[in-house]
């Protein structure tokens, strides 16, 4: 086994935790995720004042053609598992992703944080931890990993812009892609 690949970054956004947060479960479907094929919540509870929720995403399978003999038919979509935890009393929203399937390929956990900074100012803070047991993919999944951060951050701005407009239009509530 390779010793695993990390990334982390940091992205403020221009808005409010609020809308952050309203942003992160409005993002599928958005221009940027057409990969995205479905999203379920599964679970979902308060406890001590925050919202767990845990909620499976199907994504399309990039696997490139030569690792598809690896893949066995029943793994052709990419099943990942979401949990996520809102504190609303410290303005902290903590979501961590990891694949469910292909683990024997690779294995891809990321952890968003969001914390507000000021009124109209959130933090984001993205950790990432990919491990594979051949050196190859690794560095393929990882690099492909940080070419996709950049259209992750468009559709998360594309929602927040949406978010707006749906503002400016007094449909709060009625907001989807």
């Not at 958005?30 to 767990?52: A, C, Q, T």
């Not at 995403?57 to 598992?81: G, L």
């Not at 931890?129 to 998360?156: L, V």
Request: net charge positive; aromatic share 10%.
């Amino acid at each position: 086994m390779t010793s695993p690949k990390f990334f982390v970054n940091w992205t403020t956004f221009k808005k409010s935790w609020e809308d952050v947060t309203v942003a992160h479960w409005l993002k599928y479907p958005n221009p940027f995720s057409k990969h995205v094929l479905s999203e379920d919540v599964v679970e979902r509870r308060i406890e001590d004042g925050k919202l767990y929720t845990v909620r499976f995403i199907v994504k399309k399978q990039r696997i490139p053609s030569p690792f598809m003999w690896m893949v066995p038919a029943k793994h052709k979509a990419c099943y990942v598992k979401e949990t996520s935890v809102i504190d609303p009393v410290n303005q902290e929203c903590t979501i961590t992703t990891e694949n469910l399937n292909c683990r024997f390929i690779s294995l891809v956990i990321e952890t968003l944080k969001y914390k507000s900074v000021r009124m109209c100012e959130t933090l984001m803070e993205r950790r990432t931890r990919i491990s594979a047991k051949i050196e190859s993919i690794q560095n393929y999944t990882f690099d492909r990993y940080q070419k996709n951060i950049a259209n992750t951050d468009k559709g998360m701005m594309c929602v927040l812009g949406l978010l707006d407009e749906c503002k400016r239009q007094g449909l709060t509530g009625q907001c989807t892609m």
